[in-house]
């Protein structure tokens, strides 16, 4: 009876040390597919960086091997609002526009909106319906604002206001740049920041959207159209006083602001690396403004 209680202990512990060993294998080969996920999405990164390369080139999607590769998708930082030039009150009014949008109410967006304006602005005034250091005192937060420009856009969740864009869209952090020059493309930008900028109705956003984005209805590939400025104002419907008033902030040409997207892939494991960079028009010499990985 000993032996064979010896031998079935023996037969769990073994059973359990080969249990082991199958559960650190597949650990080990997950996180070496992390790792070389990573690895491509720098790969992808190196692609997108390239001064030849342009947005849907078939280059910037490569599948190697079986089952990996990578995705890169070239964009420009004009297709964001710059938050950082809330101050300007055509980008308020826009800011505004597009939190209606996105079904705040009107007293809910234009907290939010002037809020945000408040918040960059280097004076101590409160907007009508925004707020300076006196409201953020009463809730115990003596920093705020910082009256400056946001460094990260996820420090806009600080704001009197924010929270109910959160609420509402929970995505919104995709609509906002904080590296952006004060200026809308419209080669690149959003349907919702082109609703929002133009004032333009849906039916003649989604015609303008169609004629840019070509036949396959993708941005970014290879069959996308070059509109110029004049032409865009003619199709969104824009003219008079309305035209007049957003064309400083509007532009068809904003190419220095490049944000490069850059996805890994190995199996289902996924690795995402967002590089922001700006480059000299005149000597071609990139700068690094800021990078992510999620």
């Given at each position: 009876m000993l032996m064979i209680w010896a031998?079935?202990?023996?037969?769990?512990?073994?059973?359990?040390?080969?249990?082991?060993?199958?559960?650190?294998?597949?650990?080990?080969?997950?996180?070496?597919?992390?790792?070389?996920?990573?690895?491509?999405?720098?790969?992808?990164?190196?692609v997108g960086?390239?001064?030849?390369?342009r947005?849907?080139?078939?280059?910037?999607?490569?599948?190697?091997?079986?089952?990996?590769?990578?995705?890169?998708?070239?964009?420009y930082e004009g297709a964001r609002i710059p938050i950082n030039y809330a101050t300007d009150e055509r980008?308020?009014?826009?800011?505004?526009?597009?939190f209606i949008y996105w079904q705040l109410n009107a007293d809910q967006a234009a907290i939010a909106a002037d809020s945000l304006a408040d918040w960059v602005d280097n004076d101590n005034t409160p907007r009508a319906n925004g707020a300076e250091a006196d409201y953020y005192q009463q809730l115990g937060i003596y920093d705020a604002p910082r009256n400056q420009g946001f460094i990260r856009v996820d420090e806009m969740l600080l704001v009197r206001g924010m929270d109910a864009v959160d609420r509402h869209k929970p995505e919104w952090r995709e609509?906002?740049?904080?590296?952006?020059?004060?200026?809308?493309?419209?080669r690149t930008v959003?349907?919702?920041?082109?609703?929002?900028?133009?004032?333009?109705?849906?039916?003649?956003?989604a015609r303008f959207i169609s004629e840019r984005d070509g036949a396959d209805g993708i941005p970014a590939t290879?069959?996308?159209?070059?509109?110029?400025?004049?032409?865009?104002?003619q199709l969104l419907g824009l003219s008079g006083d309305r035209l007049a008033s957003i064309r400083g902030i509007v532009n068809d040409d904003d190419t220095t602001l490049r944000r490069i997207t850059s996805i890994g892939w190995v199996g289902d494991k996924r690795s995402k690396i967002i590089v922001v960079t700006r480059r000299n028009t005149e000597t071609g010499a990139v700068t690094y403004l800021g990078r992510m990985e999620e």
């Open positions: 031998v079935l202990l023996m037969s769990v512990t073994v059973m359990g040390v080969v249990e082991y060993i199958r559960s650190s294998a597949r650990e080990s080969l997950q996180a070496a597919y992390q790792f070389k996920a990573l690895h491509l999405a720098e790969s992808g990164l190196a960086l390239h001064p030849n390369t947005r849907g080139d078939v280059v910037l999607k490569q599948k190697i091997g079986p089952d990996s590769g990578f995705d890169v998708v070239i964009n980008l308020r009014e826009a800011i505004y526009n597009l609509y906002f740049s904080v590296y952006g020059e004060g200026q809308i493309d419209l959003f349907k919702d920041v082109l609703l929002a900028v133009t004032g333009a109705s849906e039916n003649d956003v290879e069959d996308d159209r070059r509109i110029r400025d004049e032409e865009a104002y």
